[in-house]
């Protein structure tokens, strides 16, 4: 992997000045992808002529004195479970195939208005569900470190396409990891801002009291340009937030000097988590203490329960979002007899095994008679992690831990075990069922020389602490 690919920034800044042309970094971009996307499997669509109309749209506005945007001529991947105008959108699902939407989402549409060039729509776990991109219809995304693993999931195709050096900056959704954890096994910074911070408009909902989107990139640096160009409020959500975005790039080199760190203790004590994970937690934890910051460790007890508490929300909110696929209004239709065998078919058909799996998961925690025991004892123990979380931050102002257990593992290696593979998300999921933001930075590698990524957690809204921690990892890197 090299570290010399050219960032978001620079990009902006060569296309702005007239240095270069957006049509030249988008070709370059799309050569880089023809060349080497038969291997990774990165996208599942590459919009070639959408691409180059978009960049040279972006010229003709530099041509005519305009300013194309902070983003000006910089090539953008997009998770499929965003919308795209025009431009199919599938979920990695069978039963989305052929569907075109009518409408671009909010972080597309302001990823273009600020001058990025969308190249397509990349990979996913089914309906984002999974931690290794495996769980696609259209095949397994390859890791580019190593094309013998997985690069994590669900957002498996944008974190390749990052590391992969098919396009700058990518966007993926997090429900329970999906941004952090594919971040960290591809090298990459991965972001799950605050709930509420980005517009879910146009996200294919998964869990919804959980689904958040955020952005993938090389550098610190350019994700914070991403969350500022995405984020802020849209009167199309109603959940996202009206509270004004802080200059991110004006706080990114603040430093840590006299920030309150703490390391989760629960989180290096995890089931599966290896003790080279663990050894790079407390690594960053000390280049931390030696950039002034003050380091301790705390314990956040609930957080142990997370896991179980998300597999019973994240299904039980996806048995009711996707009744909507149902053969009459997206996509697949299996014609039977009547209405009901069309439906019973269409999802028959449609839905792969996980979905499926999840489905029945989420409507058993739901019905009457499990109810309580199940749905009800889950937000039960999502408020004490919720508080726990809370009173953590009222004595330090980031929390660091493990992204994910381990480095990439082997494609197939957790095909036929759902729950080894939900372990995957045991340090992702409490900030998800907070709401807090957390970020995933590089930080080392293990002894297979695979990338390792370490969690900097903080209190909602509070998105300048992650990057600035974050810079001062980046900057400490081994
Ligand atoms: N791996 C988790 C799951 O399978 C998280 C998915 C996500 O964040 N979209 O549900």
Request: net charge negative; charged share 20%.
């Amino acid at each position: 992997m090299s570290e010399s690919f050219i960032s978001a920034r620079e990009i902006a800044a060569g296309v702005r000045s007239g240095e270069w042309t957006a049509r030249q970094l988008v070709d370059e971009h799309l050569a880089a992808i023809a060349a080497g996307d038969g291997e990774i499997h990165a996208f599942l669509h590459v919009d070639v002529e959408g691409a180059r109309a978009a960049a040279d749209a972006v010229d003709a506005q530099v041509a005519a004195g305009e300013d194309p945007g902070p983003l000006a001529g910089v090539p953008v991947a997009l998770k499929d479970n965003l919308t795209t105008r025009g431009v199919p959108t599938t979920c990695s699902s069978r039963i989305l195939e052929g569907w075109r939407p009518p409408y671009d989402a909010t972080v597309v549409a302001r990823l273009a208005a600020a001058g990025a060039v969308a190249v397509g729509k990349t990979n996913l776990d089914e309906f984002a569900m999974g931690s290794s991109t495996e769980n696609s219809a259209f095949g397994p995304t390859r890791n580019p470190h190593d094309t013998t693993r997985v690069p994590g999931g669900s957002s498996g195709g944008s974190a390749a396409a990052v590391a992969a050096g098919f396009a700058p900056v990518s966007l993926g959704s997090d429900t329970g990891g999906s941004i952090r954890q594919p971040a960290a096994l591809c090298g990459v910074v991965g972001l799950k801002p605050t709930y509420g911070r980005v517009s879910r408009y146009g996200l294919i909902a998964f869990a919804s009291s959980l689904d958040q989107v955020g952005p993938f990139a090389r550098t610190v640096s350019d994700a914070a340009l991403v969350l500022e160009v995405i984020g802020g409020h849209d009167p199309m959500d109603a959940t996202s937030t009206t509270e004004d975005q802080p200059d991110y790039g004006a706080h990114l080199d603040d430093g840590v000097d006299g920030l309150r760190v703490g390391v989760i203790t629960e989180m290096l004590e995890m089931e599966g988590v290896a003790s080279e994970v663990v050894a790079q937690v407390r690594a960053a934890a000390e280049a931390l203490a030696g950039a002034g910051a003050k380091v301790t460790e705390v314990s956040v007890p609930a957080v142990t329960y997370g896991l179980s508490a998300y597999y019973l929300i994240a299904p039980a909110e996806a048995s009711s979002n996707l009744a909507r696929f149902d053969g009459v209004r997206y996509g697949l239709r299996v014609d039977a007899p009547t209405t009901h065998e069309m439906m019973v078919a269409t999802r028959t058909q449609g839905f792969g095994a996980e979905v499926k799996r999840r489905i029945m998961l989420g409507t058993y925690a739901l019905s009457a008679g499990y109810y309580d025991a199940f749905y009800g004892q889950a937000q039960r123990v999502r408020t004490l992690i919720t508080r726990d979380l809370a009173a953590a931050y009222e004595e330090v102002d980031v929390l660091l831990s493990p992204t994910s257990p381990t480095t990439a593992f082997a494609l197939g290696d957790k095909t036929g075990d759902p729950l080894t593979m939900y372990l995957n998300d045991v340090c992702t999921i409490p900030s998800n069922l907070s709401g807090d933001p957390a970020i995933s930075v590089p930080y080392g590698t293990g002894s297979d020389g695979l990338p390792i990524g370490v969690q900097v957690m903080a209190t909602a809204l509070a998105e300048v602490d992650l990057f600035r921690t974050a810079r001062v990892l980046e900057g400490a890197r081994p």
